[in-house]
Antibody, heavy 120, light 111 residues
Framework: QVQLQESGPGLVKPSQTLSLTCTVSGGSISSGSYYWSWIRQPAGKGLEWIGR???????NYNPSLKSRVTISVDTSKNQFSLKLSSVTAADTAVYYC????????????WGQGTLVTVSS | QSALTQPASVSGSPGQSITISCTGT?????????VSWYQQHPGKAPKLMIYDVSNRPSGVSNRFSGSKSGNTASLTISGLQAEDEADYYC???????????FGTGTKVTVL
């Protein structure tokens, strides 16, 4: 059973960089044809896809965030990470890491989510 | 890439059936059989309920079913139960660079 767990600071100051890590257990991040993704959800609002990475290192980003987002993978640690720069209060949200697979990029495993608040 | 359109809320009594719609375009819902549905209870992560329009992952109740007609996909919950009260999101593969688009979300209330 694959499990994902987000970790990182719960409070980030405006204009700084938000950094989160997702640790994958129960399977190798390198095995299978899966993409590893980040999704966020502001309080009371819907889901917003941020981006994904394949273990080869290839990435896709949401165009609305692309200039500020970097997703990377560390296969030796079975982890992947998110960096979002120049954050504002609008970036306050629950951030989920997830596994995408299948020809339709369905999300079959989600982390529990971590709340990141942007405030001084 | 605009979000897929879902009704804000749908309600029903226990035992009834309800249907949630998810409307997109020919670039997403209408163009591919890659619509997924997710259930999200308050404070919890979403859970995959339906994938590839009408397939249920192992362990998901057969009270949940999916279908698609043109640019609109639908999720039907039969024999509505109190535990079905949650938010539901559709998602589709899209020809845009993101490859994925979510719906606006629907709150299901069991009366």
């Amino acid at each position: 059973q694959v499990q994902l767990q987000e970790s990182g600071p719960g409070l980030v100051k405006p204009s700084q960089t938000l950094s989160l890590t997702c640790t994958v257990s129960g399977g190798s991040i390198s095995s299978g044809s899966y993409y590893w993704s980040w999704i966020r959800q502001p309080a009371g609002k819907g889901l917003e896809w941020i981006g994904r990475i394949y273990t080869s290192g290839s990435t896709n980003y949401n165009p609305s965030l692309k200039s500020r987002v970097t997703i990377s993978v560390d296969t030796s640690k079975n982890q992947f990470s998110l960096k979002l720069s120049s954050v504002t209060a609008a970036d306050t949200a629950v951030y989920y890491c997830a596994r995408e697979g299948g020809s339709g990029y369905r999300i079959d495993y989600w982390g529990q989510g971590t709340l990141v608040t942007v405030s001084s | 890439q605009s979000a897929l359109t879902q009704p804000a809320s749908v309600s029903g009594s226990p035992g009834q059936s309800i249907t949630i719609s998810c409307t997109g375009t020919s670039s997403d819902v209408g163009g591919y059989n890659y619509v997924s549905w997710y259930q999200q209870h308050p404070g919890k992560a979403p859970k995959l309920m339906i994938y590839d329009v009408s397939n249920r992952p192992s362990g998901v109740s057969n009270r949940f079913s999916g279908s698609k007609s043109g640019n609109t996909a639908s999720l039907t919950i039969s024999g509505l139960q109190a535990e079905d009260e949650a938010d539901y999101y559709c998602s589709s593969y899209t020809s845009s660079s993101t490859l994925k688009v979510f719906g606006t979300g629907t709150k299901v209330t069991v009366l």
